[in-house]
């Protein structure tokens, strides 16, 4: 399998790794500055030590050919990573982005029919040197077929399409020791990665502590649980995401028990935080969402392109989200008073 990888920072460089180590033909698309140092080689560290050696380009024009291409930039970098794209030819293209815009480049390039829905339970930070990735949580990637891409296809909406591409893919995720799953609804999951991200993501980057601390910590537990409710209040009331429903909420693989947590009362999910923060204590590994890392570098966040785009969504939908604007006017505010005296 062919695939290049868009974006060489912790995740790409994950993926990227793990995707050689396994046989597939990786090509990493990186910034000219950058290629020099990627050539010499990828590494990843944390729950697996692996190295592997990639082609690197900085043009579509070299990738030539290639059967799934993998977006793993940050979101505010995806479009210009897309347009640097140019003259592949790509089969299939996925986007391990979070919010609700993050097939948007893809779908303008490419065409919604050829973009598959894709979200992922992976963690990883940037290591010591160019091309080192640390890994901290492998728990899943979901691939699914898009409404938009059912639409453009022809295909019912109604229907429950569980594709060969998807199939493909994941297949080759798992032999590279990436645990993943074909589902039924790529925009349901994209949905609840988005939601299932943000609550850790916001407390953790305003207490400046790990996900585990967040987890044992009541204070900052309860403002997640409270996070919790109202980010998943949104894909509820637009009829994505129903907890309580016959099927299962929470997709196969995620480390968290959302369907369980919403439909109890908060003690359910405070006990479920519990768990998770002494795993993570005992094991004595501190998972650090992408968010809170931008902000312990001093690097602008993504939180306007997922959390903007979410309050927006639910301004349409008349939905009031008090906490998750007050986190989000909190980290906006540190971020512009940060850029003022730089």
């Given at each position: ?230 980010t998943f209040s949104v894909p509820a009331s637009l009829g994505i995401l129903r907890h309580g429903a016959a099927s299962p909420f929470d997709p196969p693989g995620a ?29 004595r590994q501190r998972v650090m969402p992408s968010m809170l890392q931008d902000v312990l570098a001093g690097r602008v966040t993504e939180v306007e392109a997922l959390v ?35």
């Amino acid at each position: 399998m062919r695939v290049v990888i868009a974006g060489a920072g912790a995740l790409g460089t994950t993926y990227a790794v793990l995707l050689a180590r396994a046989g597939a033909e990786v090509t990493i698309l990186a910034r000219p500055a950058r290629a020099a140092d990627l050539e010499a080689g990828l590494q990843i560290r944390g729950l697996v030590e692996a190295t592997a050696t990639a082609r690197v380009v900085t043009t579509g024009a070299e990738v030539g050919e290639v059967d799934y291409l993998i977006l793993a930039t940050k979101a505010g970098d995806a479009a210009s990573a897309v347009e640097a794209l140019r003259g592949a030819e790509v089969g299939t293209a996925i986007s391990l982005l979070n919010g609700l815009g993050k097939n948007d480049a893809l779908d303008r390039a490419y065409g919604p029919e050829r973009v598959l829905g894709a979200a992922c339970a992976v963690v990883a930070g940037r290591g010591d040197r160019p091309g080192e990735a640390i890994l901290t949580m492998n728990r899943a990637t979901w691939l699914g077929e898009r409404r938009a891409a059912r639409v453009a296809s022809g295909i019912r909406e109604a229907d429950a399409v569980r594709t060969e591409r998807a199939a493909r893919l994941a297949a080759v995720f798992r032999a590279a020791g990436l645990p993943s799953w074909s589902v039924d609804d790529g925009d349901a999951v994209e949905w609840y990665k988005l939601c299932a991200l943000l609550p850790g993501s916001l407390v953790t980057s305003l207490a400046r502590c790990s996900y585990g601390e967040m987890a044992l910590h009541p204070l900052l537990a309860r403002q997640f649980v409270s996070l919790m409710r109202e980010t998943f209040s949104v894909p509820a009331s637009l009829g994505i995401l129903r907890h309580g429903a016959a099927s299962p909420f929470d997709p196969p693989g995620a480390p968290w028990s959302f369907g369980t947590w919403l439909s109890g009362e908060d003690g359910v999910a405070l006990a479920g935080l519990r768990v998770i923060g002494e795993a993570q204590a005992a094991s004595r590994q501190r998972v650090m969402p992408s968010m809170l890392q931008d902000v312990l570098a001093g690097r602008v966040t993504e939180v306007e392109a997922l959390v903007g785009g979410l309050l927006a969504r639910a301004r349409e939908a008349g939905l009031a989200l008090p906490a998750t604007e007050a986190c989000y006017r909190l980290l906006r505010g540190l971020e512009d008073v940060a850029t003022a005296r730089a």
